[in-house]
């Protein structure tokens, strides 16, 4: 994907310089705040030379037939180039014709829209740099009003928090901000709210402002008031000894010094806290009522000086004296470019009440609710038509269908390189006769045996049937948190899983596999298995009977007597969390003698509260040292909810695919829907910049909102595909 970045100090300035060198119809992929200004990348325009595939020589050489690629893949390929060329060239002909020279009569000279735009929000509070954002970011919406655009872009970029569930939840939390901004009166607020769900022993109030007359005994009477413990700390080894004899808390809040932003002392007082502690969490406190300029410096040097400490971050931010201001656009924008979380609003002085909790298209609604008209109020006139720029109305219509066919052309071309999945997927789309010789096994692990991962070490993942389908398994390879390649096992391989588990062992013999299983193989099973020496591991239920000690006790009873240890952090259902294991020797009943198998409970908790999220138990019959093995079972159990999380994208694909009467083999649709699954997961999880960028913009092709949730992405995969192939058929049409 040919890009280009451009930075700036301001947003106007990086699209100036990307004007003055790739002109007015280069597409803009993303927009983003950095350190130091505005960054813009951009597409150039797209060479169709440089798409073209190279001419495939064959041999009669064994080799040179290897190094050909499918034949079925090469004509997908084939035909979406030729629709693709296709598709700019119709785009190319219809700006011509639209900006011809004969047509200047009946051009319309405006305000340009997105100057429009911006007015709009800046008329409603907002800032120059975050409307442009917002422009950029919902183009997918320029169907609506300039107000009703900028309030979806608004909802969707706005991280808020609609419930108190991070405070029932308990955790350290300092109140950090300038002098005056209510940290004090929130820390109080947040302590009334606390004791109405919790016990007042849970909680306990730490005030570092021991310098300002009255601010000590201003906190210790809050405490007394509540029947909460209440403690001053006057050096960073005080606030540290004190934080660390209330660990046992399930709440700590911390009311910290107010130093102004432009104080010298802001990095020193903040390092008085113990950032390094990972319960600890600091919320930066915004004034409404101050001038958006003054919020936006606040934002900016305690994120520096914080980042500046180590384990220092600040990603979380609380609204305050909004009865006070006469809107909140100003925090709301600072909150929306600094990338904080909005934790509540506090509206009045009543500490029992005055708090409060917004969705986010609610709190947006807040930010455009109609107020009076003041000194400070953009006039009307200028909303609309000062510093227009005059534009052509029938060349931006065609310079936007120009740069959608260039951003459709490099999200299938960037799925093709770098998703896997993707173009066994275009293949099972487009044609049924093609589809069937993809779900062949030999086929689907061709291209695993000529990897590396073929000699090294495979975990397989054997998925029940459903519904009386075969389901797809998938194959990890070594250190791989997703599947390298799903397999669909179908008719004509050996029917117990015996025997395809000996079966793909002949197909990979430099490979060292273990087979997973979903519940525990019947004892003939699990004695061919050890026959043949194959290593295997299976899920169980919690209430499953098992031997240890010459008693009979469920997994679950059998968990008191074990001694669990951490063994990382990762993410469960989008949160951050804990993994614990733990394993015993015992033996289940076989066709023959008992057999030994490793006992494995693995308990999810949340890093702060210790609470019990999930547990997994399962049954092992391999060897590891101890070492290998806490290492070995982590990788395990984050596998096995990687499968778990496809269960559902996968039902919800083949359901999708149903009712478009993808194909009449119901293996061919569980395939495509494992393969939409895989990339749908895959472009939710990838973390880098490109991978970012390629989300939005599937995401924006194919007006599938902005949540870029794993339902999302299968979503927009779905009709992604069936774009392409809408668009393969007319090209296909015209072409005969």
Request: charged share 25%; with cysteine; proline share 4%.
């Amino acid at each position: 994907m040919n890009t280009r970045q451009f930075f700036a100090p301001t947003h106007r300035e990086a699209m100036r310089r990307l004007r003055a060198e790739l002109g007015n119809e280069a597409m803009i992929l993303s927009s983003r705040n950095i350190d130091g200004g505005v960054e813009v990348i951009a597409l150039l325009d797209y060479d169709e030379t440089a798409s073209t595939p190279p001419a495939v020589t064959t041999g009669d050489t064994p080799s040179d037939v290897m190094a050909q690629p499918d034949s079925s893949m090469v004509a997908v390929e084939g035909d979406a180039q030729k629709m693709m060329a296709s598709l700019l060239s119709e785009m190319q002909s219809m700006k011509a014709v639209l900006t011809d020279k004969g047509m200047a009569g009946k051009r319309q000279t405006m305000v340009s829209p997105e100057d429009a735009f911006v007015r709009s929000g800046l008329g409603h509070g907002l800032s120059e740099a975050l409307c442009r954002t917002l422009w950029t970011q919902t183009v997918d919406k320029a169907h609506l009003s300039c107000d009703e655009r900028m309030k979806a872009g608004l909802t969707d970029v706005l991280s808020v928090n609609p419930h108190d569930e991070w405070l029932t939840r308990g955790g350290i939390f300092a109140l950090v901000g300038p002098t005056g901004v209510g940290k004090t009166t929130t820390v109080a607020k947040l302590t009334a709210r606390f004791s109405l769900r919790g016990s007042k022993d849970s909680i306990a109030l730490i005030t570092t402002d021991t310098h300002r007359v009255g601010g000590r005994e201003q906190l210790l009477t809050y405490g007394r008031l509540f029947g909460v413990e209440a403690h001053a700390a006057r050096s960073q080894e005080e606030l540290a000894a004190l934080v660390e004899s209330l660990s046992h808390k399930r709440l700590i809040l911390i009311d910290t010094v107010g130093v102004g932003q432009r104080d010298q002392r802001v990095s020193e007082q903040l390092a008085m806290l113990p950032l390094q502690n990972p319960r600890l969490r600091p919320i930066l406190v915004l004034d409404s009522t101050r001038h958006g300029d003054t919020l936006d410096d606040v934002a900016r040097v305690y994120h520096e000086a914080l980042s500046a400490l180590p384990g220092g971050r600040v990603a979380d931010c609380i609204l305050s004296k909004t009865d006070e201001a006469l809107h909140i656009s100003s925090a709301v924008d600072v909150a929306a470019r600094r990338h904080l979380n909005i934790l509540c609003l506090t509206n009045g002085q009543n500490i029992t009440e005055h708090l409060s909790w917004y969705r986010s298209d609610a709190l947006v609604q807040y930010v455009f609710a109609p107020r009076e008209e003041t000194a400070f109020s953009l006039p009307e006139a200028s909303l609309a038509y000062g510093g227009g720029t005059p534009v052509s109305v029938p060349a931006q219509w065609a310079g936007q269908l120009l740069r959608e066919g260039k951003r459709l052309n490099a999200c299938v071309h960037y799925l093709r390189d770098q998703v896997g999945g993707f173009r066994t997927l275009e293949t099972l789309w487009r044609n049924e006769r093609d589809a069937q010789a993809l779900t062949e096994p030999a086929v689907q692990l061709q291209e695993l045996t000529q990897s590396p991962a073929a000699s090294g070490r495979l975990d397989v993942f054997w998925q029940r049937k459903s519904n009386n389908v075969t389901r797809p398994a998938f194959i990890f390879a070594e250190a791989n948190e997703l599947p390298c390649v799903t397999f669909l096992p179908r008719k004509g391989l050996p029917v117990s899983m015996a025997g395809r588990s000996i079966w793909l062992g002949d197909q990979l013999p430099e490979a060292r596999i273990r087979h997973h299983f979903s519940q525990l193989p019947d004892a003939t099973t699990r004695q061919a298995l050890e026959q043949f020496g194959v290593g295997w591991r299976a899920l169980v239920r919690g209430n499953m009977k098992i031997e240890h000690r010459g008693e009979r006790m469920t997994m679950q009873q059998l968990s008191d007597e074990m001694t669990f240890e951490r063994a990382g952090q990762f993410k469960y259902k989008d949160q951050e969390t804990e993994l614990e294991l733990g394993w015993l020797d015992a033996s289940v009943d076989g066709a023959g003698p008992a057999q030994r198998v490793h006992l494995i409970i693995a308990r999810i908790v949340d890093p702060v509260t210790r609470e019990l999220l999930t547990s997994r138990y399962g049954l092992d019959q391999g060897v590891l040292s101890s070492a290998e093995y806490s290492q070995d079972l982590a990788l395990w159990i984050q596998r096995v909810l990687a499968v778990e999380a496809q269960a559902p994208l996968m039902r919800k694909a083949e359901n999708e695919l149903g009712q478009e009467t993808f194909a009449s083999d119901s293996l061919i649709r569980s395939f495509a829907a494992a393969q939409a699954s895989l990339v749908a997961w895959r472009l939710k999880n990838d973390g880098s910049d490109e991978g970012r960028i390629m989300r939005d913009q599937v995401l924006k092709i194919t007006r599938s909102g902005r949540q870029a949730s794993a339902q999302g992405m299968l979503k927009a995969t779905l009709k992604l595909c069936a774009m392409v192939d809408a668009l393969g058929q007319c090209a296909l049409a015209e072409a005969c």
